[in-house]
């Protein structure tokens, strides 16, 4: 048997998973929120964040979420063999995820303006509640995959 990998968050690889991440998720958003748009044909709207399509789209946006972070978690953790404490690094993990959603939601769609920026209380307040079942998938995603990872090991042996 291998001696088991020391537990511990690997910045390089986490970031690197992130990246990927935050580009998948924004894709599949917009992708649903614009395929919404071509099924429904709603009325114009001021501000795309106000059309309809995509304000029915943002209710899937933490299911999307949950299913990337944790998929991008198997990946992270794909060469873990025997780690001594998967659920710690899993929430170092999360941390970290969640840290860095927050700084490049905030840079991206408050501080810089674009064509979907949002003012801080549009983004931290409009966008309630699912902005924060965001945040809340992104953090429990690693931790998510560690129960099923352990789940599945158990079902097995």
Same mark, same amino acid.
């Given at each position: 048997m291998p001696n088991p990998t020391p537990a511990g +968050?690997?910045?390089i690889r986490a970031i690197a998973t992130f990246l990927l991440g935050y580009i998948a998720v924004t894709i599949l958003a917009i992708a649903l929120s614009v395929a919404l748009e071509q099924i429904t044909h709603p009325p114009p709207a001021k501000e795309m964040v106000r059309s309809e399509s995509y304000v029915l789209s943002e209710k899937f946006y933490? +299911?999307?979420?949950?299913?990337v972070w944790t998929a991008l978690s198997w990946g992270y953790f794909s060469i873990r063999r025997n780690s001594t404490n998967l659920f710690k690094e899993a929430l170092s993990l999360g941390s970290m995820w969640l840290i860095l959603a927050m700084l490049v939601d905030y840079v991206g769609f408050v501080l810089i303006k674009n064509p979907i920026s949002?003012? @801080?209380?549009?983004f931290y307040i409009g966008q309630f509640p699912w902005i924060y079942l965001?945040? +809340?998938a992104i953090f429990v995603s690693p931790l998510l995959y560690v129960l099923l990872r352990r789940k599945s090991? @158990?079902? @097995? @042996?």
């Open positions: +968050l690997r910045p933490p +299911l999307i979420n949950v299913l949002l003012g @801080a209380h549009d965001i945040y +809340l090991q @158990a079902v @097995a @042996a």
